[in-house]
T-cell receptor, first 113, second 115 residues
Framework: AQKITQTQPGMFVQEKEAVTLDCTYD???????LFWYKQPSSGEMIFLIY??????QNATEGRYSLNFQKARKSANLVISASQLGDSAMYFC??????????FGSGTQLTVLP | EAGVAQSPRYKIIEKRQSVAFWCNPI?????LYWYQQILGQGPKLLIQ????????DSQLPKDRFSAERLKGVDSTLKIQPAKLEDSAVYLC?????????????FGEGSRLTVL
């Protein structure tokens, strides 16, 4: 199986600090996409950011940026200036030619005041 | 634009009973997915529809799970008979065909507890 690995079950960060959530992936698709979703305690999955495998630059969306290292097969999420509302589960996912997403096991982020 | 609608939000049943979940995708979205999310894990794909046809149901436990998407819009996921290990959140998602990013839009989920 082509896995998505998130090695940090839980992370803590101080409010206003930056935090990096790790993600590594396997794939045999020549073209693929990497996604990060946020899941608050209410349960909905909220799309945060996308990186295409052929994109030359790392993706950014507001306070979110994706540190994409293709050779290492890693796609880490960086959240700058953390806010209390960022406390949630964060999932890394990979999409490919089948137009499906395969998810990692998630990282529980807690932002401390 | 209305999001993906799911019902019921919560369901408690005893093992060996049956349950059905309903999903209404975003208008115009041709692709519909059902994911199972067990507590503490990431979502796992159960079935993918394109319009009213099944694209992938390789991970659907077909001895007890069934899903349909009549008329290519709404979808129903059924479990019969339920087992304890089916306790999970069932997430429905949709995506337009011409979606450059491949982003999925999720509903709020249906939480199933099997006693």
């Amino acid at each position: 199986a082509q896995k998505i690995t998130q090695t940090q079950p839980g992370m803590f960060v101080q409010e206003k600090e930056a935090v990096t959530l790790d993600c590594t992936y396997d794939t045999s698709d020549p073209s693929y996409g990497l996604f990060w979703y946020k899941q608050p305690s209410s349960g909905e999955m909220i799309f945060l950011i996308y990186q295409g495998s052929y994109d030359q630059q790392n993706a950014t969306e507001g306070r979110y940026s994706l540190n994409f290292q293709k050779a290492r097969k890693s796609a880490n999420l960086v959240i700058s200036a953390s806010q209390l509302g960022d406390s949630a589960m964060y999932f890394c996912a990979r999409g490919g030619s089948a137009r499906q997403l395969t998810f990692g096991s998630g990282t529980q982020l807690t932002v401390l005041p | 634009e209305a999001g993906v609608a799911q019902s019921p939000r919560y369901k408690i049943i005893e093992k060996r009973q049956s349950v059905a979940f309903w999903c209404n995708p975003i208008s115009g979205h041709a692709t519909l997915y059902w994911y199972q999310q067990i507590l503490g894990q990431g979502p796992k794909l159960l079935i993918q529809f394109q319009n009213n046809g099944v694209v992938d149901d390789s991970q659907l436990p077909k001895d007890r799970f069934s899903a349909e998407r009549l008329k290519g819009v709404d979808s129903t996921l059924k479990i019969q008979p339920a087992k304890l290990e089916d306790s999970a959140v069932y997430l429905c998602a949709s995506s337009p065909v011409k979606n450059n990013a491949g982003e999925l839009f999720f509903g709020e989920g249906s939480r199933l507890t099997v006693l």
